[in-house]
């Protein structure tokens, strides 16, 4: 079955011109949506059920140099976010019910990679400078600004409701963010460590572990060392 409408609402989501197909194969039915609008961009991807959802199913999503503070506030995502053009894919998958599956019964990965735009609510001299007084702060404290970017990658799996950042690269024209760690979803709290490096060699890399809570992280200092 092949379908086109002006707009497709699921949810909070809402798309415009949007083409879509339905295939149905033995126990799996797939719904294939092509090249539509979201916020600014383009979002293309894959949802397939297996049994009706009843043996579980998959979800790819490509979304293309869309307005990810419009995806932040549909989602009810608060806190430092990303923002600027680039490339956010979504691969996930469950073997349980759809209709009884929890954070902890879906795995995959998210990958975000983008060219230049903004860091919100992350004043970089700010942070640097609360990092060399060597004392516990507030993430919020630092929130006073935007960390303008080049380039971004992020890439981060998701397993056991968990999600573990494998690569969180941030570059600006300054300086760099590196971030590991992971987000457990069921207390919404994080354990992450990072570096704010400068791009000249010559001066020490502000290191930190994040914890507590999202957004309401707190910022534990770490011994400032020499850049390599």
């Known amino acids: 079955l092949r379908l086109s409408a002006q707009t497709a609402s699921y949810g909070p989501l809402t798309l415009t011109d949007v083409p879509a197909g339905i295939m149905a ?47 932040a506030g549909t989602l009810g995502l ?18 349980k019910p759809l209709d009884s599956i929890t954070a902890r019964d879906v795995s995959g990965d998210i990958r975000y990679s983008g060219g230049g735009g903004t860091l919100t609510r992350f004043n970089t001299e700010t942070f640097q400078s609360l990092i060399a007084q060597g004392r516990f702060f507030d993430a919020a404290a630092a929130a006073d600004g935007e960390f303008p970017l080049l380039s971004s990658d992020v890439v981060a799996t998701l397993a056991n409701g968990v999600a573990t950042l ?23 709290s994080l354990a992450l460590a990072g570096s704010l490096t400068a791009n000249d060699p010559a001066r020490p890399a502000a290191r930190f572990f994040a914890g507590g809570s999202w957004p309401n992280a707190v910022i534990s200092p770490l011994a400032t060392l020499p850049g390599d």
């Open 25 to 71: 194969n033995g126990e799996r039915t797939s719904l294939d949506i092509g090249d539509s609008g979201y916020a600014g961009g383009s979002l293309d991807g894959r949802i397939s059920l297996e049994d009706g959802g009843q043996k579980g199913g998959s979800v790819q999503l490509s979304l293309r140099n869309a307005d990810l503070a419009t995806l």
């Open 166 to 188: 494998t690569k969180v690269e941030l570059h600006g024209e300054q300086q760099t963010l590196v971030l590991t760690g992971m987000i457990p979803f069921h207390s919404n």
């Open 78 to 95: 608060t806190g430092p976010m990303l923002q600027g053009d680039g490339l956010l894919s979504l691969n996930l998958a469950t073997a």
